[in-house]
């Protein structure tokens, strides 16, 4: 049998499609292995979003190159965002690559790999972007069987000035209500399933393609409807400029929905959101947020921002670090603007130096770390809700776990002691203890 082995990059969002391709290779007839053992094909899913995330697709591909002339790799396979970005380019400077597909050709990979070598590779990308996966789609999870992601839509419409996801993924495009909610129904058929996480490039946008408004409010109202296992749906990779108070009941009342949003405002001056093309304001934004504290209580909001924007002045930042300190988002993530070729903002005037976006980015990251640490120590001597992750480490009784207020792998966990722990199960626990942007608690015995 032939073995496969995939190296995916990036955000949930790209490993969904990494999951779909995996599962086509072993629909296909392939086995998963591990480069170190030697596998027929090793496929590169890459990132291009910004800078940094380019360099570290270059240097997973020069890696699994290496494996190749080692004789670890028969044939390498680079697919995703960085061939989408520069096409013909990549089979010129990386030679060592047999086929080159973009990310509009993730349902043909296994169709294409066979085992006879190539003098060198013939890129096969689609110029138009218009592949959406759906619940007949194979998928090979690479999550721990308690939780999922959901790709509920592909593509983005927002245009914002900064950004190359059109580019890379095409215009927005919404699967059917029933196509997601079958594919929640094939996850989730053994009962281990405990937590779905629907993401999209906008997931607020959900259903104006297809349907004509905004349907993600029925979506939701549909998978909590559902009769399963599923004891978490959460929100992901909203815009705040399509928020609609429907949907902001639905969070509200709907007692499955996490109640825990991911809302990037990326800015809140007026001036600079406008040349982001945000198509929202501060007082859209401010009032955005009073909505959904008082319509959904015990809300956790995060929410992240770009800092270093052409044009940014020390009087816009100073606007932003004031906004973020009183509106005490429970988790942020901040980010250094990156000059994106071909974009809007990389022509404008007013770039702001390495040295002062450094500067200002850790600035916003030591008053987050404060606002966090206080968050955290109001949680001491409460009885929290969690789901069990994982062990920590080799010690008996230590485990890793998330309330409702934390998603995997990008916001902080519970670490947890006591009898009885199992991964992927909930349980009762009281703090004891808050760190930074963790805190740390014994299992309530019943």
Same mark, same amino acid.
């Given at each position: 049998?032939?073995?496969?082995?995939?190296?995916?990059?990036?955000?949930?969002?790209?490993?969904?499609?990494?999951?779909?391709?995996?599962?086509?290779?072993?629909?296909?007839?392939?086995?998963?292995?591990?480069?170190?053992?030697?596998?027929?094909?090793?496929?590169?899913?890459?990132?291009?979003?910004?800078?940094?995330?380019?360099?570290?697709?270059v240097e997973a591909i020069i890696a699994a190159a290496d494996y190749k002339k080692k004789g670890k790799v028969k044939r390498l396979v680079i697919c995703g965002c960085l061939p989408q970005l520069y096409k013909e380019k990549l089979a010129v400077e990386l030679p060592e690559a047999d086929l080159i597909l973009g990310t509009n050709d993730v349902p043909v990979i296994a169709d294409l790999i066979d085992s006879r070598p190539r003098k060198a590779a013939q890129p096969k990308i689609s110029q138009r972007v218009s592949y959406l996966y759906d619940e007949h789609s194979p998928r090979l999870l690479f999550t721990p069987k308690h939780?999922?992601?959901?790709?509920?839509?592909?593509?983005?419409?927002?245009?914002?000035?900064?950004?190359?996801?059109?580019?890379?993924?095409?215009?927005?495009?919404?699967?059917?209500?029933?196509?997601?909610?079958?594919?929640?129904?094939?996850?989730?058929?053994?009962?281990?399933?405990?937590?779905?996480?629907?993401?999209?490039?906008?997931?607020?946008?959900?259903?104006?393609?297809?349907?004509?408004?905004p349907e993600l409010s029925r979506l939701l109202r549909a998978v909590c409807a559902q009769d399963n296992s599923i004891r978490w749906a959460r929100l992901m990779y909203t815009h705040p400029a399509h928020y609609?108070?429907?949907?902001?009941?639905?969070?509200?009342?709907?007692?499955?929905?996490?109640?825990?949003?991911?809302?990037?405002? !990326?800015? %809140? *001056?007026? =001036?600079?959101?406008?040349?982001?093309?945000? #198509? /929202?304001?501060?007082?859209?934004?401010?009032?955005?947020?009073?909505?959904?504290?008082?319509?959904?209580?015990?809300?956790?909001?995060?929410?992240?921002?770009?800092?270093g924007f052409p044009g940014e002045t020390d009087g816009d930042f100073k606007e932003l670090l004031g906004f973020l300190k009183e509106a005490k988002f429970g988790r942020l993530g901040?980010?250094?603007?990156?000059?994106?070729?071909?974009?809007?903002?990389?022509?404008?005037?007013?770039?702001?130096?390495?040295?002062?976006?450094?500067?200002?980015?850790?600035?916003?990251?030591?008053?987050? !770390?404060? %606002? *966090?640490? =206080?968050?955290?120590?109001?949680?001491?001597? #409460? /009885?929290?809700?969690?789901?069990?992750?994982?062990?920590?480490?080799?010690?008996?009784?230590?485990?890793?776990?998330?309330?409702?207020?934390?998603?995997?792998e990008i916001d902080g966990a519970v670490y947890i002691t006591g009898k009885n722990i199992k991964a992927g199960e909930f349980c009762k626990v009281k703090i004891t203890d808050a760190l930074e942007y963790d805190l740390v608690g014994e299992k309530v015995q019943a």
């Amino acid at each position: 049998m032939k073995t496969f082995s995939i190296i995916s990059l990036g955000c949930p969002r790209n490993q969904v499609d990494s999951e779909v391709i995996a599962g086509s290779l072993k629909a296909a007839g392939f086995r998963q292995g591990d480069v170190e053992d030697g596998v027929d094909v090793c496929v590169v899913n890459t990132c291009a979003f910004i800078e940094s995330a380019r360099e570290e697709s270059v240097e997973a591909i020069i890696a699994a190159a290496d494996y190749k002339k080692k004789g670890k790799v028969k044939r390498l396979v680079i697919c995703g965002c960085l061939p989408q970005l520069y096409k013909e380019k990549l089979a010129v400077e990386l030679p060592e690559a047999d086929l080159i597909l973009g990310t509009n050709d993730v349902p043909v990979i296994a169709d294409l790999i066979d085992s006879r070598p190539r003098k060198a590779a013939q890129p096969k990308i689609s110029q138009r972007v218009s592949y959406l996966y759906d619940e007949h789609s194979p998928r090979l999870l690479f999550t721990p069987k308690h939780y999922a992601y959901i790709k509920i839509s592909e593509g983005c419409a927002n245009a914002c000035s900064y950004c190359i996801i059109p580019r890379l993924r095409g215009a927005s495009r919404s699967r059917t209500v029933e196509s997601v909610l079958a594919e929640i129904r094939n996850i989730s058929s053994d009962g281990l399933l405990k937590e779905v996480i629907l993401i999209g490039q906008d997931t607020t946008a959900y259903g104006i393609d297809r349907y004509g408004a905004p349907e993600l409010s029925r979506l939701l109202r549909a998978v909590c409807a559902q009769d399963n296992s599923i004891r978490w749906a959460r929100l992901m990779y909203t815009h705040p400029a399509h928020y609609t108070d429907e949907l902001i009941d639905t969070i509200g009342e709907e007692s499955r929905i996490c109640k825990y949003l991911d809302l990037p405002i !990326q800015h %809140i *001056s007026g =001036r600079i959101l406008k040349l982001m093309n945000r #198509k /929202c304001g501060r007082r859209d934004i401010e009032c955005l947020l009073r909505k959904l504290r008082k319509k959904v209580p015990g809300l956790i909001l995060r929410t992240s921002v770009i800092v270093g924007f052409p044009g940014e002045t020390d009087g816009d930042f100073k606007e932003l670090l004031g906004f973020l300190k009183e509106a005490k988002f429970g988790r942020l993530g901040a980010f250094i603007y990156s000059r994106e070729e071909g974009t809007r903002a990389a022509r404008l005037k007013g770039h702001v130096s390495n040295a002062v976006k450094r500067e200002r980015y850790d600035a916003v990251m030591r008053q987050q !770390q404060g %606002i *966090s640490a =206080r968050a955290n120590r109001a949680f001491i001597g #409460k /009885c929290l809700d969690v789901l069990v992750d994982e062990k920590a480490g080799m010690e008996k009784g230590k485990y890793i776990a998330r309330t409702q207020g934390d998603a995997p792998e990008i916001d902080g966990a519970v670490y947890i002691t006591g009898k009885n722990i199992k991964a992927g199960e909930f349980c009762k626990v009281k703090i004891t203890d808050a760190l930074e942007y963790d805190l740390v608690g014994e299992k309530v015995q019943a």
